[in-house]
């Protein structure tokens, strides 16, 4: 479609940008700077009701092919707007956000959900780096927006480094790409790649650094280096929309590319690689090294929000499972994990926000005793969702982890089945380390006592229960995670 046709099926992002302008705008005006955020709020679920009425349209190629409108598009921008709108419900009670310049904040929060949109429906690659560079830079501004914290800036700093090493080797992997197939656009690579014209050895050196800079965005291993500091130095509703909107931005591009762009659709919903290049299997060892170091580093830890960046690490690792079987059942897996650990671990930052708004301690001792020193809720809900993380029935991190081992197993890779279950058993140790000290230890005086407020209880009722909920009716989300699997191609 040209440009004019294009416009109506890009209103969520018309709707973003509009947002956007009208919070730097009101920033000028507005003596409450809370109202921005509730702004914010607003403009964010006017987006999410704008993808809702968009589903129903038939799948296009926007823009002279630089962006698709498929359902592929439509169930991530669904989570990326749901991710923002906990970001910023987290970030109205947050005593670290109201330090900072809210109208500031809150439209840089929102250009990075609108640079996410794009990375998800993506269909080129000069699309695709734009959109990756845009949501990384938000970040990196993000991170650092708690202006006169040292942390926040380190992490701020490292952050940056690392975002440009892993941009300059994958822009440099497409450019590659590009010299072996002639075109940046994801139909045209598949054909010329079925055409079987590249030379293998160029092709895997070219898939190889693109890799970079997907690994880095999902933070596997070995692109995980920046991912414990800045989720230790930034504010914690950044780190909570880091860990969900992110990763699942990272994820998106990363199968879009990989599946039309490297592979084609056989029979039974498998597909298979073109170019006689396997990536599937230099995946499948990143996938092994992710899930592992993840959780053996995380045993270690004793923040909280270091534990849980590592706990991050780990997850992604358990997604790349779903990546690499090379199969429908896989990236349905997939879609539907990402939504389970929206919910586990956006609860579980939240639930670090509470006791860190009450104490300013992040650490597992400032936890000790969390249940009878006035935080009984957060305690049971932290809880929920920790045994959800580590996948103990019947909450909604079990059915995930079930729907990406059949789809493991299913397609014989029994090995990495066992390493994950192995990994899984080792994940719950540093999880039932909180809960312990949450209920088990009793507080010595020193850590001060919790209150829930209405707005961050209002939030983490919605976010137990879904957990709860999702572990014992997932039809729907199965459903639409199935529907979900469809791209446009061609």
Same mark, same amino acid.
């Given at each position: ?32 700077? !809370? ?22 349209? !038939? !799948? ?7 962006? &698709? ?16 709108? $906990? ?12 330090? @900072? ?100 050895? *160029? ?6 650094? @693109? ?18 500091? &800045?989720?230790?130095? *930034? ?7 880091? #860990? ?44 092994? *090294? @992710? %899930? ?32 690499? &079987? ?24 939240? @639930? ?23 935080? #009984?809720?957060?305690? &049971?809900? %932290? ?33 990495? $089945? ?36 209405? #707005? ?25 995670? !199935? ?8």
């Amino acid at each position: 479609m040209s440009t004019a046709e294009s416009l109506p099926y890009i209103l969520p992002e018309l709707v973003l940008t509009a947002t956007i302008l009208v919070l730097f705008v009101g920033d000028l005006a507005v003596r409450q700077k !809370d109202r921005l955020g509730e702004l914010a709020l607003v403009g964010v679920a006017a987006s999410l009701f704008a993808v809702a009425r968009l589903s129903h349209v !038939d !799948d296009a190629y926007l823009f002279n092919r630089m962006i &698709v409108h498929d359902q592929f598009a439509i169930f991530f921008k669904v989570v990326f707007a749901l991710a923002t709108l $906990a970001t910023i419900w987290m970030s109205l009670g947050s005593k670290e956000v109201q330090r @900072t310049y809210q109208g500031e904040y809150y439209g840089i929060l929102l250009s990075s959900a609108l640079g996410m949109y794009f990375m998800a429906a993506a269909s080129n690659l000069l699309m695709a780096y734009l959109s990756l560079e845009f949501v990384s830079l938000t970040s990196y501004v993000l991170t650092g927006s708690l202006r006169h914290n040292r942390r926040s800036g380190e992490a701020s700093l490292k952050y940056l480094i690392y975002g440009g090493v892993a941009s300059g080797a994958m822009i440099y992997g497409m450019s590659w790409i590009f010299g072996l197939t002639g075109n940046m656009d994801y139909a045209a690579i598949n054909a010329a790649l079925a055409n079987g014209s590249a030379n293998p050895l *160029a092709l895997f050196i070219a898939i190889t650094l @693109t890799l970079t800079g997907f690994g880095y965005k999902i933070s596997a291993v070995p692109f995980h280096m920046w991912a414990p500091d &800045v989720y230790t130095g *930034a504010p914690i509703p950044v780190t909570a929309f880091l #860990s969900v909107g992110s990763k699942a931005a990272g994820f998106a591009m990363l199968l879009r590319f990989f599946y039309p762009g490297l592979s084609t659709l056989g029979e039974a919903g498998r597909w298979q690689a073109l170019g006689g290049v396997d990536w599937s299997q230099l995946v499948l060892v990143l996938c092994i *090294a @992710t %899930m592992t170091l993840g959780n053996l580093a995380a045993l270690q830890q004793t923040n909280v929000k270091r534990l849980l960046a590592y706990s991050s690490i780990a997850h992604a690792g358990y997604m790349l499972m779903g990546f690499v &079987v090379l199969s429908d059942e896989g990236l349905r897996a997939v879609l539907f994990y990402l939504v389970t650990y929206y919910l586990m671990n956006i609860g579980a930052f939240l @639930t670090v926000m509470v006791v860190a708004n009450a104490t300013g301690r992040e650490d597992i001792d400032g936890f000790r005793g969390l249940a009878w020193r006035g935080g #009984s809720v957060p305690a &049971v809900a %932290m809880a929920i969702f920790l045994f959800s993380l580590a996948g103990i029935p019947p909450l909604a991190g079990f059915i995930g982890k079930f729907y990406l081992f059949a789809a493991v197993i299913r397609e014989q890779y029994y090995m990495l $089945a066992l390493v994950a279950g192995i990994n899984s058993v080792l994940s719950l140790y540093y999880y039932a380390r909180i809960v312990r000290a949450m209920f088990l230890e009793f507080p010595t005086g020193t850590e001060g006592t919790v209150s829930l407020d209405w #707005s961050n209880g209002a939030l983490l009722g919605v976010l137990t229960v879904s957990t709860v909920v999702l572990g014992v009716y997932w039809a729907p989300v199965i459903a639409l995670a !199935d529907r979900s699997v469809r791209f446009l191609m061609g």
